[in-house]
């Protein structure tokens, strides 16, 4: 697996460590070379891990149609249960357990806080391993997250290929069942652009707000007038964000 990691030109012991997931047949590199978060981390003191949105190589299966929308590039961020795809597509343990295991030993990065943020499929990932992972990933934000994959094309493909067909399983990867079934503290703050192509099909951020409403979760979600699904949209308000997620990382335990 590979991952972008960037380091702020001052570091320390504690320096929060934010880790940002991909979307749809995204690398690591997009976020890397598109989203110019570097700026705002230097400037904030913030580490950035940016995995990779799946396993890779030739001995890895991939969509049996060799359809864009799953396998390479779309590992939603699960650990899979269904053959074949349970060998490698354990991308719930790398993310939650593995990557910050190999930053933490190899760079010297403090992960026993994290914060968590990702785009479309990536913003999925982030909510639900801030759920299922809160003492951990403490902060958490999304772009255009796919917040009900269980309800939407999407999410019900990979999740009947990746996790099978009883659907009761898949709520421990749906952001708003999640929410439903167990609330946090933490105050989520999404962006979501009010052109995005694929906003009433596979994003319907309206369920994550009700959800969170009925679980009196906190909650911000802005829709942003006149911005779609791409990068441009997440370059536009990244700074924000990452201040958002150092906001939460530097906090101490007496709330300063």
Not at 31 to 39: D, I, N, S
Not at 231 to 254: G, K, M, N, P, W
């Amino acid at each position: 697996m590979r991952f972008g990691l960037y380091r702020p030109p001052v570091m320390s012991p504690t320096t929060p460590v934010v880790f940002w997931l991909s979307g749809l047949t995204c690398t690591e590199q997009n976020f890397v070379t598109k989203a110019g978060a570097q700026r705002a981390a230097a400037e904030l003191g913030i580490a950035l891990v940016a995995p990779d949105t799946s396993p890779r190589g030739d001995s890895v299966p991939s969509d049996p149609d060799g359809a864009w929308d799953f396998g390479h590039g779309a590992g939603f961020y699960v650990d899979a249960t269904q053959a074949p795809w349970s060998t490698h597509y354990q991308m719930g343990t790398y993310v939650c357990d593995e990557l910050p295991a190999l930053v933490a030993n190899e760079f010297g990065l403090d992960t026993s806080r994290l914060g968590i943020s990702g785009h479309s499929m990536g913003g999925h990932g982030a909510l639900i391993t801030h759920f299922r992972h809160a003492r951990r990933f403490v902060s958490v934000s999304a772009f255009a997250p796919i917040v009900a994959p269980s309800a939407v094309p999407w999410g019900q493909k990979a999740f009947a290929y990746l996790l099978g067909e009883n659907r009761r399983t898949w709520a421990a990867y749906d952001a708003t069942a999640s929410v439903s079934a167990a609330a946090t503290g933490a105050h989520i703050l999404i962006d979501q652009g009010s052109a995005d192509p694929f906003l009433d099909e596979q994003l319907q951020p309206q369920r994550f707000i009700e959800a969170c409403r009925a679980a009196n979760q906190p909650l911000t979600l802005r829709m942003r007038a006149g911005y779609t699904h791409s990068y441009f949209f997440v370059a536009s308000f990244i700074d924000e964000h990452l201040r958002h997620h150092a906001a939460a990382l530097t906090q101490t335990d007496d709330g300063v």
